[in-house]
């Protein structure tokens, strides 16, 4: 059986960026001159602004599934009581 696989491959990139943002808001939020604070506020506003227009990248692959020689449910019950069985 194959089936499609997806996976982001970028988001340590959003993680970054959303980990700058609140690095800059936790400085400005201890800093006291009012120039510091407007360049960091202006560095957080444009921060926000390439977060929230982030593309993700998508890496799809088919992958194949193992297939179970035997799929009955009996099957499924031996082998589990059989499990049990020897860790007791």
Known sequence: M????ERITNISDLEKLLE???????VARKS???SDIQALASDIASLSEK???????IEKRKVK??????KSPEN????????WLKTL
């Open 32 to 34: 006291t001159c009012i």
């Open 20 to 26: 700058n943002i609140n690095i800059k808001a936790q």
């Open 65 to 70: 599934s193992l297939k179970r020689k035997n």
């Open 76 to 83: 499924d019950r031996h082998r589990s009581r059989d499990f």
């Open 51 to 57: 977060a929230a227009g982030f593309e993700f990248r």
């Open 2 to 5: 194959e089936y499609l696989s």
